[in-house]
């Protein structure tokens, strides 16, 4: 059940990733806990499926009532039936308890505690629009705040609590809509507030809570993102493009609204796009996250604080290499916590902005993604996941890690399933760059055993000691499994992010190999029985890869570009033409076609697996129809599944079945020789997998 209650592994002090040091007695204690497991309890476990991975309870949000004693968090849940996932509302007691439902069966979405915990705010559809609904949080009816013409974006509240403030696209005159019904549709690209697609401006308006009284505070014609309050209650910060051009993102500036003369500031100029606005407790200076604030290089995300009455801006978070997450300042403005990527791991860092000192406060191995802070900041409610442990819900102090567990929401892996065993590797590149990744190994490893290469998306993506059910499917199925951070991955430092500036597919390539040939040498890896997978640049640099080599039996290439020609206007360009090429089609055309995968298709002899979400707007549908039209042409072995209605990331759980079952078959085939039979399809009604609390 969601609610777990205190006691056994969910007990204070109890540190999800922890790890025994090594030595005599770890050894001694392994020995004893090997010897109290029953064998029976051992035999009975069973390898994962994929349905298995689908019928996972999703931990969908987690929010702190700003005392600190409270905590309602989001599962989701599988509807075979309607073919997508359902999220039930839950609260239960920060220091853990018994959790009950609580928005009811009509749900809701984004919840957002009142400064003084006495009200939530959350999102409902109503008439095909995201409207504001207000409930007090020791529970009720909720009743509808906003009944605005358009759907109500996001939102912030007001310090008093009697009013919030929200952003909202501009009607359209009442005949003008009847006619874009009716067909009157056309996009001008690039005018306007449009950019590839249909867009509006957009206005901030304020919302008083008792009442439902609502003003429109903008009038310009904006396109606004993250709206922050002062805890002043006088002015508020957001992110203003006056274009929507997708490649222009640099444009991106912080403006300030006062609340009492309605003046609209520019608070920054520059080329670098600021997210994450955060102010500090003496509503004069603003904390934002930026690369950088010159330019839109690429690096990681680094904290910057902007004094509002100066205008001066100073990077506070680089004695911090890794990638910054979620942050907030302590209540006397003198410290920032922050959640931090470092390497595979992500903890809770105390950044000190008089000295500029970084402290980490947790040290777990493993994935702690703060979801909310008590307002003093001595409490946080937190997900905690690791490769062999799936999402759960705890909470905290942040002074030091004693953690109370909320939630066991799928005790079956634990219980019922055998796992993968995951270590994390380091090898040397070609031209001897430490590379790092994790090598997950099946239960029944013995010998030379099939390995699969994965791919992350990105480029700056990365591995991190998180759990993926797929891979666990995988190792079920005995694959060793190998997921490198290759040169260009976040995480580690801006060194290693850029290093593969004006050269993707090169040195990130050497990177796979060297640690296949490492795996191979180590006796691990049969390098005759091997395939390549990804999704995204893992999809490019899978697609890459088969045109350089033939060494792998099988390809599975998902949302993939391959010519970057062709992608230029339909797709992402900022990336290709400012770190990972250079230059444009017409100023480095050698270059831009050099490095397409499509230029050296006949060179494929790898059997290849293509897919694809057919309303993919991050990378266009048509760069996998070229490069399977390619390979079938040249009569090459390859199979290309198209998704109607996907996206980038799949939402349809049929589609992301027939995505898995298909890539598993194509892969295992083709690498064992051995016909695959999949795992009985789920069965109308019989899917379900009951109310998220048993």
């Known amino acids: 059940m969601p609610g777990f209650p205190v006691g056994g592994a969910g007990e204070e002090g109890y540190i999800p990733g922890a790890t025994i040091r090594s030595g005599p007695m770890k050894r001694l204690f392994l020995l004893v806990l090997v010897a109290l497991i029953p064998v029976a309890a051992v035999a009975q476990k069973r390898p994962m499926t994929t349905d298995d991975g689908l019928r996972l309870h999703g931990l969908s949000s987690g929010l702190m009532t700003p005392d600190g004693t409270g905590v309602l968090y989001g599962v989701s849940d599988l509807d075979w039936d309607e073919n997508k996932r359902e999220t039930t509302y839950f609260w239960i007691p920060a220091d853990s308890g018994e959790a009950?439902?609580?928005?009811?069966?009509?749900?809701?979405?984004?919840?957002?505690f009142s400064p003084d915990g006495r009200l939530l705010v959350f999102k409902r559809t109503v008439d095909k629009k995201s409207q504001l609904f207000l409930m007090r949080t020791t529970g009720g009816?909720?009743?509808?705040?906003?009944?605005?013409?358009?759907?109500?974006?996001?939102?912030?509240?007001?310090?008093?609590s009697d009013a919030l403030v929200f952003v909202a696209d501009w009607a359209r005159p009442r005949d003008e809509q009847k006619e874009y019904e009716n067909g009157d549709d056309g996009i001008f690209v690039d005018e306007g507030p449009n950019g590839q697609t249909a867009a509006r401006w957009q206005s901030l308006y304020r919302a008083n809570v008792p009442e439902g009284k609502i003003a429109r505070l903008t009038r310009d014609s904006l396109r606004i993102g993250s709206p922050a309050?002062?805890?002043?209650?006088?002015?508020?910060?957001?992110?203003?493009?006056?274009?929507?051009?997708?490649?222009?993102?640099?444009?991106?500036?912080?403006?300030?609204?006062?609340?009492?003369d309605s003046s609209l500031v520019r608070l920054t100029r520059n080329g670098a796009p600021e997210g994450s606005l955060e102010w500090a407790p003496d509503s004069r200076h603003l904390a934002f996250t930026a690369p950088d604030t010159a330019d839109w290089d690429l690096r990681n995300e680094k904290i910057w604080i902007l004094d509002t009455e100066s205008g001066e801006i100073g990077m506070v978070s680089g004695g911090f290499t890794g990638n910054v997450g979620t942050y907030a300042f302590t209540p006397d403005g003198g410290s920032i916590l922050f959640n931090g990527l470092l390497r595979t791991n992500s903890n809770l860092y105390r950044l000190v902005l008089d000295s500029g000192e970084v402290t980490a406060l947790t040290d777990v191995v493993g994935t702690l993604s703060?979801?909310?802070?008590?307002?003093d900041r001595t409490r946080m409610v937190y997900e905690f996941s690791s490769v062999t442990e799936p999402p759960d819900l705890f909470t905290s102090s942040t002074v030091s890690l004693a953690p109370r567990r909320l939630t066991d929401l799928n005790p079956m892996v634990r219980d019922s399933l055998v796992l993968a065993t995951a270590e994390t590797i380091r090898w040397t590149s070609t031209d001897g760059l430490e590379v790092e990744g994790m090598l997950l190994t099946p239960p029944r490893a013995g010998g030379a055993m099939p390995l699969l290469l994965h791919i992350h998306g990105g480029p700056a993506g990365v591995f991190t000691n998180r759990f993926s059910y797929s891979a666990h499917v995988w190792a079920g199925l005995g694959y060793l499994q190998l997921m490198p951070n290759v040169r260009g991955s976040s995480g580690y430092d801006d060194a290693l992010l850029r290093g593969n500036m004006n050269d993707i597919g090169g040195g990130d390539f050497q990177d796979l190999m060297t640690g296949v040939d490492r795996l191979a040498a180590d006796g691990l890896a049969d390098s005759t029985r091997m395939a390549v997978r990804g999704?995204?640049?893992?999809?490019?640099?899978?697609?890459?890869?088969?045109?350089?080599?033939?060494?792998?039996?099988?390809?599975?290439?998902?949302?993939?570009?391959?010519?970057w020609t062709s992608e230029y206007g339909p797709g992402f360009n900022h990336d290709v033409t400012r770190w990972y090429i250079g230059g444009t089609p017409w100023s480095n055309p050698d270059e831009w076609r050099y490095r397409s995968a499509l230029t050296h298709a006949p060179d494929v002899t790898t059997p290849t697996l293509i897919l694809h979400g057919i309303a993919d707007p991050t990378d266009t549908e048509p760069q996998s129809m070229s490069f399977f039209t390619a390979l079938k042409d040249l009569g090459k072995e390859v199979r290309y599944i198209r998704f109607p209605r996907e996206l980038h990331g799949f939402r349809e759980p049929r589609h992301q079945r027939m995505r898995d079952i298909e890539e598993i078959?194509?892969?295992h085939e083709h690498v064992t020789g051995v016909e695959w039979t999949p795992w009985p399809a789920p069965k109308a009604k019989a899917a379900k997998d009951g109310d998220a609390r048993e």
């Open 370 to 375: 703060v979801r909310d802070f008590s307002r």
């Open 141 to 160: 009816e909720a009743r509808q705040l906003t009944r605005h013409d358009e759907s109500v974006g996001s939102y912030a509240w007001l310090p008093d």
């Open 100 to 112: 009950y439902a609580y928005l009811g069966k009509e749900g809701g979405s984004d919840p957002k």
């Open 229 to 260: 309050v002062a805890p002043d209650g006088r002015s508020l910060a957001f992110t203003v493009r006056r274009e929507n051009r997708r490649n222009d993102g640099w444009k991106s500036e912080i403006f300030g609204f006062t609340f009492a």
């Open 665 to 667: 078959r194509w892969i």
């Open 535 to 563: 999704w995204s640049y893992g999809g490019i640099l899978g697609g890459w890869t088969i045109t350089q080599t033939g060494r792998f039996a099988a390809a599975s290439v998902g949302a993939m570009v391959s010519d």
